[in-house]
């Protein structure tokens, strides 16, 4: 029988969501539970997508088959008494043999967050430290720049070939913390983001933000299809998947 499951997980102490050898992933520790489960049979666990290391998520979704009989209810208990306590499974359904967590997706939310006030040793891994002023303003006008369908190679992995660049990001915004106005969270909607895409905005929307470029020069960089003309990768901490969407 074919699940999908809601989950989130503090990405603190994985080397990201993919499976690797020797390390400790989500995408691992999910499957290593699922097969106790599975009567000590295999199973592939296949996500929306990959995060990086330290990176967050809210509500990432996957599917699965397992061999054995068993209800919803009793499969999300079963997940959440062995899963460690940094991944948590919210919601788990029957999925039509058809769905696919990756490829039937049509669009992702991500949240990054950033804090312009004192260090805050507590919130390290959750919030990135930048911990001086920015230009909100400059940024917000920044991000409308980065609406609408572009090829976005110049803020991918620069060694990342992929035959096609081109997104669409429906909806940006940068909303101030209501108890905590130097807290900020930058919203990203949009039909999917390349590996590093987020952070690689991030990173640029700060040096807007700090005076070093303008907002107008991401039409530039949009244009020239280069990812040295960009600014530099934030940090994994402030970045969460929010949402996917189906």
């Known amino acids: 029988m074919k699940f999908f499951i809601t989950f989130s997980y503090d990405g603190s102490s994985f080397n990201g969501y993919q499976k690797q050898p020797s390390k400790r992933t989500v995408q691992g520790e999910m499957e290593k539970v699922l097969k106790q489960i599975n009567d000590n049979k295999k199973v592939d666990i296949t996500a929306s997508g990959r995060t990086d290391a330290g990176v967050h998520a809210i509500n990432q979704k996957a599917h699965f088959s397992l061999n054995i009989d068993i209800n919803t209810d009793k499969l999300k208990k079963a997940l959440n008494s062995l899963l460690p306590k940094d991944i948590y499974v919210k919601q788990v359904e029957?999925?039509?043999?058809?769905?696919?967590?990756?490829?039937?997706?049509?669009?992702?939310?991500?949240?990054?967050?950033?804090?312009?006030?004192?260090?805050?040793?507590?919130?390290?891994?959750?919030?990135?430290?930048?911990?001086?002023?920015?230009?909100?303003?400059?940024?917000?006008?920044?991000?409308?720049?980065?609406?609408?369908?572009?090829?976005?190679?110049?803020?991918?992995?620069?060694?990342?070939?992929?035959?096609?660049?081109?997104?669409?990001?429906?909806?940006?915004?940068?909303?101030?913390?209501?108890?905590?106005?130097?807290?900020?969270?930058?919203t990203f909607v949009g039909t999917g983001f390349l590996r590093y895409m987020v952070r690689n905005m991030v990173g640029t929307l700060i040096e807007i933000g700090e005076g070093k470029r303008k907002s107008e020069d991401i039409i530039d960089m949009l244009k020239k299809e280069d990812r040295r003309v960009a600014g530099k990768t934030a940090n994994p901490e402030g970045l969460y998947l929010r949402n996917v969407f189906y």
Do not use: C, W
Not at 119 to 128: A, D, K, T
Not at 144 to 170: A, P, Q, W
């Open 94 to 186: 029957i999925a039509s043999e058809e769905f696919h967590a990756r490829f039937s997706a049509i669009g992702k939310e991500y949240i990054y967050k950033i804090n312009m006030g004192e260090y805050n040793p507590i919130e390290r891994n959750y919030i990135y430290q930048y911990n001086s002023k920015l230009d909100v303003v400059e940024m917000e006008r920044a991000l409308k720049y980065l609406e609408g369908t572009h090829n976005f190679k110049t803020f991918t992995k620069s060694d990342e070939e992929k035959e096609d660049y081109v997104r669409t990001i429906s909806q940006t915004s940068i909303v101030r913390d209501s108890k905590d106005v130097n807290q900020l969270t930058l």
